[in-house]
């Protein structure tokens, strides 16, 4: 799949009636691309897809559609779904996501009166999860880190933020940097192969202690790692 | 301890013969703290107390131990040993760091033809291990991220980086915060406490990647989080 000289891809996003896949919506359908939000319930996606059409200026394309038919349709399928939905949304999307690339920026996290922590989780990680559920599919690991108020927020006009992007097929990462890039204010930079992707999703829980020590909505940033670098990686 | 109005405290580290630890050394004996690297191999440990000395601009103090004598010696102990030397080492100087701050800065990794990896450790992290094997000491887990090749270039004036400090005792990561500080162009950053450390250790692989990848030394820097929260956290 390449950006600069074919249609856009479509994209589909399991849990896109959550923050941030709702945020990945908002900002993807702006940018130009075919979105559908899909989610078990087809009456909250509906209401969803209306709502953030309403903050997209604009001409755009932004569907509803159940968990099934919106990973079937498009060429792009993203896993927002809470991390308790991660292993039966998978299961259910097995033959709809068949050779596509499907990108995973759930966080496994628990939360207990210390704080948020990582849980232990089989595979290894949420990434390494679904690729073990989706043999057929290109598994993409990104997003976890970026912040869902500001993903949503209308009136900033751009991200100011790293994507790290982890994935063991190496075609498939360069076209989700690319995605990540049409967000102004986004770079994607490859960061490893999905396992090593337990250590950037459990990252997040540290985040959550900044936030909580610092009352802030901290991010992450790759320094000394320089665009030009990146364009030609 | 308290920096601002008491002694600067005396740093032993463990290991600092090596690459992380030696660039510590030069940092902190040029900040006027009294440092002592301490080695298994007392005869490295004093050639490289000698090498560095060389760097340092106007009078300092650093000097050279074998490990026990300079865990005992020193008011802070930093463990910048491999990471295959890691228990070992903790297992020696229990008595001698008794009732201390153990700053651990061991990354848990290995290799193979697909990059490195975090192996798997059965206390979690290195950081978990050290607080395990000196149940009376304060560990806390700093500096993963930090390029040894930047801390040791004697022409470069700053180390423009944030460091996550993680770890139980609250006023021990105030400390060691306070110690990131005297570093210049450093930022330490509360990130959470020791069970969330794995993540922590476990970027330093992704690091490796992007280096790989981007052909640079990457670093991570923490955005949105303002200086001013950090000056009175």
Not at 6 to 17: D, E, K, V, Y
Not at 39 to 58: D, H, L, V
Not at 82 to 102: C, M
Not at 192 to 217: D, F, M, P, W
Request: hydrophobic letters at 45%.
């Amino acid at each position: 799949m390449q950006l600069d000289n074919a249609p856009l891809p479509s994209i589909g996003i399991l849990g896109g009636t959550g923050a941030l896949g709702g945020g990945l919506a908002f900002r993807w359908a702006e940018a130009g691309l075919p979105v559908t939000i899909g989610s078990r319930n087809e009456q909250r996606a509906a209401e969803a897809a209306a709502r953030i059409s309403t903050g997209i200026k604009g001409p755009h394309s932004l569907n509803s559609a159940g968990l099934n038919e919106c990973a079937a349709n498009a060429d792009v399928v993203v896993i927002a779904v809470p991390w308790d939905a991660h292993q039966e949304t998978l299961t259910q999307i097995r033959d709809a996501a068949r050779g596509k690339i499907v990108i995973d920026v759930v966080n496994p996290l628990a939360f207990d009166k210390s704080g948020a922590y990582a849980p232990s989780v089989p595979e290894g990680s949420a990434a390494q999860q679904a690729q073990a559920l989706l043999p057929d599919s290109h598994v993409v690991a990104a997003f976890h880190h970026v912040s869902a108020v500001l993903l949503a927020d209308h009136t900033a006009e751009t991200v100011d933020t790293d994507v790290m992007v982890l994935g063991d097929d190496l075609e498939s990462t360069k076209t989700v940097q690319e995605l990540v890039r049409l967000i102004p204010g986004m770079r994607g930079i490859f960061a490893g192969k999905l396992r090593t992707a337990a250590a950037v999703e459990g990252l997040t829980a540290n985040l959550i202690a900044v936030n909580r020590r610092y009352r802030t909505h901290a991010g992450i940033g790759l320094t000394n790692v320089e665009e030009a670098a990146h364009a030609t990686a």
